[in-house]
Structure formats: structure tokens, C-alpha cells
């Protein structure tokens, strides 16, 4: 089946404290991209990756780290979490680029207390 | 669920009734547009695209009509059915820019049986 996972869906963790969270694609998709989903607001871009190696900012990259080693996988990193990182994550791959519909994972629940 | 429709306009339709949701872009440079649906606990899961160079798009029980002179872009839903109760979000994409889409706040579509 065609689909984008994510792990954890759900992380409780406190402010200061590294975590990841993964994201993987089994689409051969060449974009992938991670975003923020918090009550009122539209979803708002992380971070973007037009393929291997080549990854960009996008509206809201602060505190955010990614990395794309490999076409399948676009990990999410938080180095120090905040309080203000509390929200719901989505990763999302397409086959071109964001210009694209994207397919989007199952979301991650995260709270830094 | 997931606390994405709070603070959302709703529109409440009843079961059989035809829906239209609405939704004003802010960049006249955008040329592609995608609505999205997306249930509770769920990621958002495209429904149906079009690009600047139509007005008009039909897929199954779904059109999109798009207006660039007033910059607005309406998804209509006919027979809807209580399956189709969801927030409904459009995304807004300049394909010549960055490719990074602006997402809309949403609309929490209620289906009455």
C-alpha cells in the first residue's frame, strides 16, 4: 500500500530534550516536506526536500532540523525543545515537487512540557 | 480527535444537501491550487486540484471553481453525505516561486443524517 508513516503518533517529552521523529515514503516520491498544524492556523511548512541531500527552509524552520540521507526517509529533528513546539506534525512526500498534490502521513502528536 | 476544527467557520449541511465551501487566496501569483480534506486523527488527503489556466474542474461529486479576478476559489460538494464531514482546507502554490504552498485555516464541514 502506497503510504507515508510517522513515529512516534504521539511523544510527551520536556524542553530541553533531543528527540526525532521519523518519516518514511515507499512511493519513490523525490519531495518530501514536514509541517506544523496548531488550532486556528493553517498548516505551515518546516522544512522541504527536493531530493537527496538537498533539503530548504520553509516558512517556520526555527528549532527544526531535517535531514534527507536517503529518498524513502526525512527525519525531523528537535535539538532543545520548547513549549512553543507543542503542535501537530506532518510529514508529506510528493512525486515532483510542492507545486503537486501532496500525500501526507497520519500526523505526530507532540507536547514539551 | 484532534482539536483542528476549533476556532474553524463551519458550515452544517444536511444529508443530500449540496455544500460549498469558499476560500480567498492572498497571492495573485499563485497559479495552482489543491483542496484537501481532512478527517479527525487524520492527515489531510487531497481531493481535487486546478491550475490557473481553468475556471473550472470536476471530479467525482467534487467541482472546483476558481475566480483569479477576486482571488477566490470554492470547492462544491454535491449529494453530501455524512462521510464527508471534515475540515476542508485549500492550498495555494506559485509554481514559479519557492513551491512552498500557503495553506488556508479551513473549513469544518458538519453533515447532518
Known amino acids: 500500500e502506497a503510504q507515508v508513516t510517522q513515529n512516534p503518533r504521539y511523544l510527551i517529552t520536556v524542553t530541553g530534550k533531543k528527540l526525532t521523529v521519523t518519516c518514511s515514503q515507499n512511493?519513490?516520491?523525490?519531495?518530501m516536506s514536514w509541517y506544523r498544524q496548531d488550532p486556528g492556523l493553517g498548516l505551515r511548512q518546516i522544512y522541504y526536500?527536493?531530493?537527496?541531500?538537498?533539503?530548504d527552509k520553509g516558512d517556520v524552520p526555527e528549532g527544526y532540523k531535517v535531514s534527507r540521507k536517503e529518498k524513502r526517509n526525512f527525519p525531523l529533528i528537535l535539538e532543545s525543545p520548547s513549549p512553543n513546539q507543542t503542535s501537530l506534525y506532518f510529514c508529506?512526500?510528493?512525486?515532483?515537487?510542492?507545486?503537486?498534490?501532496?500525500?501526507f502521513g497520519p500526523g505526530t502528536r507532540l507536547t514539551v512540557t | 480527535g484532534e482539536s483542528v476544527g476549533l476556532h474553524l467557520p463551519t458550515l452544517s449541511v444536511q444529508e443530500g444537501d449540496n455544500s460549498i465551501i469558499n476560500c480567498a487566496y492572498s497571492?495573485?501569483?499563485?497559479?495552482?491550487f489543491i483542496w484537501y480534506k481532512q478527517e479527525s486523527g487524520k492527515g489531510p488527503q487531497f481531493i481535487i486540484d486546478i491550475r490557473s489556466n481553468m475556471d473550472k474542474r470536476q471530479g467525482q461529486r467534487v467541482t472546483v471553481l476558481l475566480n483569479k479576478t477576486v482571488k477566490h476559489l470554492s470547492l462544491q460538494i454535491a449529494a453530501t453525505q455524512p462521510g464527508d464531514s471534515a475540515v476542508y482546507f485549500c492550498a495555494e502554490i506559485a509554481s514559479g516561486g519557492s513551491y512552498i504552498p500557503t495553506f488556508g485555516r479551513g473549513t469544518s464541514l458538519i453533515v447532518h443524517p
Open positions: 497571492n495573485s501569483a499563485s497559479d495552482y
Open positions: 512511493m519513490n516520491h523525490e519531495y
Open positions: 526536500s527536493m531530493n537527496v541531500e538537498v533539503t
Open positions: 508529506a512526500s510528493s512525486p515532483r515537487d510542492g507545486a503537486y498534490e501532496q500525500y
